[in-house]
């Protein structure tokens, strides 16, 4: 999670004992001095890359890095591509994985060789491949391919995390749940915002922080959508490292980290439909273990 998961986060999840992820980009520090980071507090637990398909040309560097010091390097967003996979395969050991929206690119995950795939259902917040309920994407890609699939979109709790292994998931992929922890790089007015949130409705599926993103749905709190829509102006607040500062514009897909400084309400806070489970900060660890307490 862009702006979000950044060293802190990623090495406390993998000192849990889940899977860290981190993302490629990050308006603080370079993408190699997140890895060293998130790995010196790791204490060997397990981090991972994740990259867009539609930019990671532009960074290859970046991708063969990942592959070759961390444990799983992922995709996101297109099409899974044999040559990629086979790029992180002559890099390092990393498995790679795919988050794909639909049956179709989950087989094609598997044809490409990925090591595992993650089915991203329509509930899940952030940008939102999915168009099925996670439930039906679930079964059907379970049915269909072979290789590990972990379920992804509205699991904030114990409970629907072990619904989802039981309705064939190998493991789950939770977001916004670890927005509001105490590791995360969030902005505090975003995480009031989730904390705030009452139920699904709360959230909405849409194309309106399309800013550097065009025409891909993300689901966000709907209160964000309807503050950017009354916003009178072209930049709602600034951000990036000190001495680098940026505008960011309205409708902007950039997620508030706690150093951006303006009017967060109005920007992508980004929720998934578990977002009524969200009720406190706790640290990351205390969010893992209560998420597999009833994993067999
Ligand atoms: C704030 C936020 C940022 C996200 N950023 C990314 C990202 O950079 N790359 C990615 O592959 N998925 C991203 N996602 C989507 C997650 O990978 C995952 O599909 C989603 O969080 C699962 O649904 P949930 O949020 O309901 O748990 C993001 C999600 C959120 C909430």
């Not at 995360?184 to 993103?213: E, K, N």
Request: charged share 20%; hydrophobic share 50%; glycine share 12%.
């Amino acid at each position: 999670m862009g702006g979000v998961s950044g060293p802190e986060l990623a090495s406390a999840v993998a000192r849990a004992g889940a899977l860290g992820m981190l993302c490629e980009f990050d308006a603080l520090e370079s993408a190699d001095e997140r890895m060293t980071n998130a790995l010196a507090g790791a204490d060997g637990g397990a981090v991972g890359m994740g990259f867009f398909g539609h930019r990671v040309q532009d960074d290859l560097a970046t991708f063969e890095a990942a592959a070759a010091r961390l444990r799983v390097v992922e995709v996101f967003w297109t099409t899974p591509d044999p040559l990629l996979v086979s790029r992180a395969r002559s890099a390092g050991v990393a498995l790679v994985a795919w988050q794909v929206g639909s049956l179709d690119h989950a087989l094609a995950a598997q044809d490409a060789g990925c090591d595992f795939v993650i089915a991203q259902g329509v509930e899940a917040g952030g940008h939102v491949r999915g168009t099925q309920p996670l439930e039906q994407l679930l079964r059907e890609v379970s049915e269909r391919v072979s290789i590990p699939v972990v379920a992804a979109g509205g699991i904030a709790t114990a409970e629907s995390a072990a619904w989802a292994v039981d309705a064939g998931a190998a493991a789950v992929r939770v977001g916004t749940a670890f927005v509001a922890t105490q590791e995360s790089r969030a902005h505090p007015v975003y995480i009031d915002a989730l904390l705030a949130a009452q139920s699904a409705d709360d959230t909405v599926l849409t194309t309106g922080f399309s800013g550097g993103w065009p025409d891909a749905p993300h689901r966000v709190l709907k209160s964000a959508l309807a503050a950017a829509e009354a916003f009178e102006g072209d930049v709602v607040a600034e951000g990036g490292p000190p001495g680098a500062r940026r505008p960011i514009a309205r409708f902007s897909s950039a997620t508030p980290s706690r150093h951006v400084e303006g009017r967060i309400d109005a920007m992508a806070l980004y929720a998934g439909t578990g977002v009524a489970s969200v009720t406190s900060v706790p640290p990351a660890s205390d969010l893992v273990a209560a998420l597999v307490s009833r994993l067999g």
